[in-house]
C-alpha cells in the first residue's frame, strides 16, 4: 500500500471541515474534495444530478448514497487525485465508506487518515447562523468569528456574501439529527480500523489547524521508519 496523504474530514456541519480544508490543500498541495460545494455547483448548473440533490438539500436530508458514490468514485479516479486528496463532506454514512474502500482498494490505495473535528451541538448552531460565504470564490466568513474587513463584502475577491440556503433553524436541526443518526457512526468505523485522529473544533481556527498539521507530521514519520 501506498503512503500517500489520502485525507478524510470528518465532523458535524458547521465544525469547521471547509475551514480547516483551505488551509490543508494549501499545506499539502492537495486537490479539495468537497461533495457539498460539488452538489451545489450541479444544482446551480441544473443538470441531472441538481435536480435530483436539490430537494434532498433544501430539507437538510443526504442525498441518496448511489448519486454520491458513482460522483466521488469518477472524481478519486481523475489524474490530480493520484498523489492524494482531502475529502470534505464524504463519506457521511457507512455503506459510502465501504464504496470509498473498495474504490481505492481497487487502486491498490487507502485512506491515511480520517480527521474528526469534534464541535457540540449549541456551538453547531452559532457557527451555521452565522456563517456566510462568497457568491464568487466560496470563501468562508462568520458574521461573529471572522467576520470580513467590509460588511457583505468578501475580503479575498471583493464578490458579494450570502447565505446558504440550508443555514436557516429548521434546516440546520434537521442537519444535525441526520449528523448523529448517519454519520457520527463512522467515527467508530475508522476508530476500530486505527484511522481516525480527533481534534477539538472549539479552539480557534489557528489551533486547530496546528493541531491537525502536528498529527499529519508524525503519520508521516510514522510511515518513513
Ligand atoms: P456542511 O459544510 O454544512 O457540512 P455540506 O456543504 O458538506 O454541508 O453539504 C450540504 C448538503 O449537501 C448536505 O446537507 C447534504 O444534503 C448534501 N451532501 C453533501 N455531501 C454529501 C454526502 N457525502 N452524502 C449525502 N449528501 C451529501
Ligand atoms: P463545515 O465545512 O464543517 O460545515 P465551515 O468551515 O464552513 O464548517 O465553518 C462554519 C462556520 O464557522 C463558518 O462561518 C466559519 O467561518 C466558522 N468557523 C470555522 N472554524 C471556526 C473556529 N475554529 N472558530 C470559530 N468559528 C469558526
Known amino acids: 500500500m501506498s503512503t500517500q496523504l ?19 490543500v494549501e499545506d499539502f498541495n492537495l486537490p479539495w474534495v468537497s461533495t457539498g460545494d460539488m452538489l ?17 438539500m433544501d430539507a437538510g436530508n443526504l442525498v441518496p448514497d448511489d448519486l454520491i458514490v458513482a460522483l466521488i468514485v469518477e472524481r478519486i479516479g481523475e489524474p490530480d487525485c493520484s498523489d492524494g486528496f482531502l475529502l470534505d463532506g464524504y463519506p457521511r454514512t457507512i455503506p459510502q465508506a465501504d464504496a470509498l474502500e473498495q474504490a481505492l482498494r481497487g487502486l491498490d490505495r487507502s485512506v491515511a487518515a480520517t480527521l474528526l473535528v469534534e464541535l457540540d451541538d449549541e456551538e453547531v448552531v452559532r457557527r451555521l447562523s452565522g456563517r456566510r460565504m462568497c457568491v464568487k470564490g466560496g470563501h468562508g466568513y462568520h458574521l461573529e468569528f471572522d467576520p470580513p474587513k467590509h460588511e457583505g463584502i468578501c475580503d479575498q475577491d471583493g ?3 450570502i447565505q446558504r440556503d440550508d443555514d436557516v433553524p ?5 442537519r444535525l439529527a441526520v449528523y448523529h443518526e448517519q454519520t457520527e457512526p463512522l467515527a467508530a468505523y475508522y476508530e ?25 507530521a508524525t503519520l508521516r514519520l510514522e510511515d518513513s521508519v
Do not use: C
Open 6 to 24: 489520502n485525507l478524510i474530514l470528518l465532523g458535524p456541519p458547521g465544525a469547521g471541515k471547509g475551514t480547516q480544508a483551505a488551509r490543508l
Open 40 to 56: 451545489r455547483a450541479a444544482v446551480t448548473e441544473g443538470s441531472e444530478l441538481g435536480i435530483k440533490a436539490k430537494e434532498y
Open 159 to 161: 464578490s458579494r456574501l
Open 170 to 174: 429548521e434546516v440546520i436541526r434537521r
Open 192 to 216: 476500530d480500523r486505527g484511522m481516525l485522529k480527533r481534534f477539538d473544533g472549539s479552539r480557534t481556527q489557528t489551533e486547530v489547524h496546528d493541531h491537525i498539521r502536528a498529527a499529519l
